[in-house]
């Protein structure tokens, strides 16, 4: 009895392990919802902040828009005033406000996009994602709730099996006690001998066969109840160990990906429109950026000057030549080489001839001297603070406000520099001027007076004279 008493004790154990385990697989299984209840939330606040970055993204864009279209169109209207289209530096300005009219068409399609495609397409995906997560739910339930009647149906299956086994110990104990008596019975008798009748003895051995039978009837009963009782309990704690391997390793899978369907793929959509625009916008950039360049590849400072002519060439083209008038039917319309004023004319052509080239000598020197000074002044200014640096590092936003000084002061020194080139290549510009207009004024007076004096000197060899 003492071993029966162990194996009942041991039998109440096992089934406070398994109430332990059940305790633990509900606790496990509520917080698996909470958990889908907290991803859903997430969710919804990622959604939600998305939402409101695209919105606040395409009100800037189509506020950029705007000014950008303000821009364009205010200087559009100034410069159809000016005609001079065909100078380079306006075509220039052309290529310029003709593709900044366009970026600002392709940020206010991103600006529309972002606050209503965009916004709209999110809402509709907080929407589903609230309602799969509902229906998941109530799916997961489901699957948690069958759980938990399989393992049910196995505890009782376990205390089913506990009970007739306990049932099959104590009928077994019973029938060794019976045993035991009526080994003691059968001992005594034979002790006794003669001393009792044969009708007791008849009677005591009916009484123990009695006994005998229905203990060991009593015995096979609850064996035949216990062995159905541990297949039917095996039998379920197989089927339970079944559904919490495919609830744990399928089931669970299988319901995150019902939470989650559609959602990364209605992000994915809605991030690649944004993409799509911003690379729309990328492209027309760098288109008009390259015809731009082109435009200003294109600059021609000779061919701006000579259509600047062109389309006013009344106003710039030589207007007429001086004409000889001879006073009152003077028949001479040319420089006069005779006897009487010859010798004064040959001095006068010696005197022209020396300070011609002395003029044309200068003339030469100063233009060299103002090539030299405009490529000065125009190295000076490619070197200005137009140049943009390669790189602007991070750490500029953070530098005190004394800290562009020295720029500064190396900028002011440029400057003054530069014009103080400007002033000394103006002084070379009217020195070339002035000398190259008195040399061209010396050569015709030049060419004039040789002319005359070669007719004379061919007059005066002539010998037909």
Known sequence: MMTSHGKL?????SLAEYESQMKDLRAQLTDQIKILDSQVEVKQQQLSDLSEFLRRRGDI?????????????RFTHKTKKKEQWGQSVCQVWSVLLTQ??????EHAALGDTCCNTLTQRLVHVSEDTHRL??????????????LLKVTTELQTALKTYNQYHTDCLIAEGKLKEAERLE??????????????????RRSSVKKMERLMEKRHGRVQETQLKCTKARNDYLLNMAAANAAMNKYYLQDVSTLIDCCDLGFHLSVERVMKCYLTSRWRIQKTEETGLRQLESAVTSLDQGGDRDALLQQHDTAFCLPFRFNYHP????????????????????????????????????????SKTLKATLTALLDNVCDSDCNPSPDVPSSLSHEPLGGSTAPKLILAKRRANQQETETYYFTKVKEFLTSSSLSFKLQAKHDLLQEAIQKAEAVNSDPSR
């Open 100 to 105: 900044t009219r366009l970026e600002s068409r």
């Open 133 to 146: 997560h509902k229906r998941s739910k109530e799916v997961g339930i489901q699957m948690q709730d069958e």
């Open 9 to 13: 004790r041991k039998e109440k154990g």
């Open 327 to 366: 006073h009152e039917g003077d028949q001479v319309c040319e420089v006069s080489a005779e006897s009487q004023v010859r010798y004064e004319l040959e001095t006068r052509f010696q005197q022209l001839q020396s300070r011609l080239a002395a003029v044309t000598l200068e003339t030469e020197e100063v």
């Open 61 to 73: 864009e189509a506020e950029y828009a705007r000014t950008l279209d303000k821009l364009t169109e």
């Open 183 to 200: 080994e003691r019975h059968t001992g005594k008798s034979s002790e006794l001998g003669l001393s009792q009748s044969v009708g007791q």
